[in-house]
Structures are given as C-alpha cells and as structure tokens.
C-alpha cells in the first residue's frame, strides 16, 4: 500500500520554529516532486511549498515565503518542510503530497497525500 506518513506538527507560539517530516511507504517517491498543502478550517485547501525529484527546484506561496524552507533526502524517501518565525495565520492541517508532474503540485494538486499533521499557532 502507497502510504505517505507526515508528522511534526504541535502547538506553538508565534514566532516559534517547527519542522514537518514526511516518509513514503510502500514505493519510492524518490524520483517524483514532493510537496507540502495546507487547510486551515473554514478555508479551501493552499499550495504551501514544492521540490523536484532532484531537489534542485523549490517552490513556495508568497505567503510562508523566506519563513519556510522545503528539503529531501531521497535515500530516506523523506521530505522535510522548516517552519520558521511560525504565524497564527500559519494555523492548518499540513499535508505532505507527491504527484507524476510538478505542474499539478504548481497548480494546486497532487496524486498521493499523506494523512496530515495538524500545526496550531498561538498569538
């Protein structure tokens, strides 16, 4: 079974550091762009940050821009996304997701998503 485990999320203060960890199971994910949503109550689902297979392209919203950072480690099929200088508006389910083209994950979709992680930040 095709499983992506995302964790690291919690309750932080604003201004707080966290970061999310995702591993794939069940087949590599190694030669596919990684990425990482978000979904905050209330609110549509938001493209939060992308990496290409190589890991030589990142890709982020204006919003977590020069806060977060996205990495991976693709002899651990692991992708990590660095949440620094952390915002209440940063308060959502975190999703880490992969998908056949970076393109979809650009565009705000993806094939394979992970169960979510939740991240709480108070003001």
């Known amino acids: 079974q095709v499983q992506l485990v995302d964790s690291g999320g919690g309750l932080v203060q604003a201004g707080d550091s966290l970061r999310l960890t995702c591993t794939a199971s069940g087949r590599s994910f190694r030669n596919y762009p990684m990425g990482w949503f978000r979904q905050a109550p209330g609110k549509e689902r938001e493209f939060v940050s992308a990496?290409?297979?190589?890991?030589?392209?990142?890709y982020y919203a204006d919003s977590v821009k020069g806060r977060f950072t996205i990495s991976r480690d693709n002899a651990k099929d692991t992708v990590y996304l660095q949440m620094n200088s952390l915002k209440p508006e940063d308060t959502a389910v975190y999703y880490c997701a992969s998908s056949f083209g970076l393109a979809t994950m650009l565009q705000g979709d993806f094939d394979f998503r992970g169960q979510g992680t939740q991240v709480t930040v108070s003001s």
């Open positions: 990496i290409s297979w190589s890991g030589s392209g990142t």
